[in-house]
């Protein structure tokens, strides 16, 4: 059992049709037929969304994907139309509202891994593969692997883990054409900015990407792209393998459940409790300190 802790109702605004609710962002159609995404401050982990959310998180998403955005467009083109509010949206969607054109998107987690962690890791060390990939001997948590692979995953529902799927399994479901075309898209946007990243003091271990084809037949980049819920962010300084990694992401929220203070059973099937504020304090700042490093901007 996952999902949300408390499903939000959707606000509901003239001229927007409500189309979606996921785990941080809500999704609606204008008039125009563009799409309206609006990041929330929801936080999930382990599968749930938490009934705390985190002050200005969505705004930290909408601001660092609109950098990176700019960072990669002569790579591939992104979703974004623009960022002002539709009439009659309320004031506080501003600054974690975009508008976008609606695409085809593709039903695959494009993932790009430089290191080895998290379900990469688990696969590694009963198999010595990621989807499928042979690596080798004697990695552990937090090796940089020999070069980026393309680890694609199966989207999942809310609630539900993406699953790693091979190559040969993108390349069935999407064609052999489009599964090498988001391969070589997915590794040259990683390795942009893995560099950008570097530069800062940032090691970006792995990130997932979504893309989709507008009427065009062009491929885009959707959703977000290198915010700390979709990647893995580590301070270059403190890296050392063999052990989970100091990250820019929401590892505190992560790390309270699972510890004795919160006193959740995640094996019990009960919904997760509010985090403390101390918890909720420390995770804003750490997004605000990687929009910070990252794009070297004040966050105001």
């Known amino acids: 059992m996952s999902g949300f802790v408390e499903k939000p109702e959707p606000v509901q605004v003239p001229g927007l049709v409500h189309l979606h609710t996921g785990k941080v962002r809500d999704l609606y159609r204008d008039g125009d037929g563009n799409l309206v995404m609006v990041a929330s401050d929801r936080i999930s982990a382990f599968d749930w969304v938490l009934p705390t959310e ?25 979703h974004v139309i623009g960022t002002e509010l539709p009439d009659g949206a309320p004031a506080d969607w501003a600054g974690r509202t975009l508008v976008c054109k609606s695409l085809t998107m593709v039903p ?17 060390d ?23 692979i393309f680890t694609p995953a199966a989207k999942a529902e809310v609630g539900e883990h993406d699953e790693n799927v091979s190559y040969e399994e993108v390349a069935r479901t999407t064609g052999v054409e ?8 997915t590794l040259a946007v990683y390795s942009r900015a893995r560099n950008i990243a570097r530069d800062r003091g940032i090691i970006l271990a792995d990130t997932k990407f979504e893309f989709g084809f507008d009427a065009d037949g062009t491929l885009v980049a959707g959703d977000e792209v290198l915010t700390p819920d979709s990647s893995r962010f580590w301070p270059a300084d403190q890296w050392k393998p063999g052990r989970a990694q100091p990250s820019f992401d929401k590892q505190f929220v992560r790390d309270w459940l699972a510890s004795p203070a919160s006193g959740w059973d995640r094996t019990a099937e009960l919904p997760p409790p509010a985090l403390p504020q101390e918890v909720v304090e420390q995770t804003r700042a750490k997004y605000i ?10 966050w105001v």
């Open 289 to 298: 300190e990687a929009y910070e490093r990252l794009t070297g901007l004040t």
């Open 178 to 185: 489009t599964a090498a075309l988001l391969r070589q898209t």
């Open 126 to 148: 009963r198999t010595r593969t990621v989807c499928g990939l042979g690596l080798p001997e004697g990695l552990v948590d937090g090796s940089e692997l020999p070069g980026p």
């Open 54 to 78: 985190i002050p200005d998180k969505g705004r930290v998403l909408t601001r660092l994907s609109l950098w990176w955005f700019e960072q990669l467009v002569d790579l591939v083109p992104n």
């Open 108 to 124: 695959v987690e494009c993932v790009a891994r430089g290191y080895l962690t998290g379900s990469g890791l688990a696969e590694y």
